[in-house]
C-alpha cells in the first residue's frame, strides 16, 4: 500500500519561508499527479497547488500564486511546495495527496474537487505566527 509522508512544517514568522516535502518510501510517485491541500481549524480542508507526473504542468489556488511553488524530483521520488511569504492566514495542516495521471482529467479538477485521489499523507502542521 503506497503510503505518502510530509516533512517540513513548523513554526515560522510572518513573511517567512518554509519548504514542504512529500515522499513515498518503496513506492514510485512516476505515474502519479501529486497535490498539497491544507485544512485550518474549523474550516473544510482546500486544495493549495497540484502538478503532473512529469511536471509539465502546475496549478495554484489564488490564494497562493506568487507566493508557493510545488516542484518535483522523479529521480529522488519526492515532491516540494516552497512556500514563501507566508502569512498567519496559512496556518494549517498540510496534507499531500496523490491521484494516478490517467485517472485526473485536469490538474484543476484533482486540486478543486479532489478528483481522483487514492492516497493521503497524514499531513505535517504550518504555523505562522509572531
Known amino acids: 500500500q503506497l503510503q505518502l509522508v510530509e516533512s517540513g512544517g513548523g513554526l515560522v514568522q510572518p513573511g517567512g519561508s518554509l519548504r514542504l516535502s512529500c515522499t513515498a518510501p518503496?513506492?514510485?510517485?512516476?505515474?502519479?499527479?501529486i497535490g498539497w491541500f491544507r485544512q485550518a481549524p474549523g474550516k473544510e480542508r482546500e486544495g493549495v497547488s497540484c502538478?503532473?507526473?512529469?511536471?509539465?504542468?502546475?496549478d495554484y489556488t489564488d490564494s497562493v500564486r506568487g507566493r508557493f511553488t510545488i516542484s518535483r524530483d522523479n529521480a529522488k521520488n519526492t515532491v516540494y511546495l516552497q512556500m514563501n511569504s507566508l502569512k498567519p492566514e496559512d496556518t494549517a495542516v498540510y496534507y499531500c495527496a496523490a491521484a494516478h495521471r490517467l485517472a485526473i482529467r485536469t490538474l484543476r479538477t484533482m486540486c478543486a474537487m479532489f478528483e481522483a485521489i487514492d492516497y493521503w499523507g497524514r499531513g505535517t502542521q504550518v504555523t505562522v505566527s509572531s
Open positions: 518503496g513506492y514510485t510517485l512516476d505515474y502519479y499527479a
Open positions: 502538478i503532473s507526473d512529469t511536471s509539465d504542468q502546475t
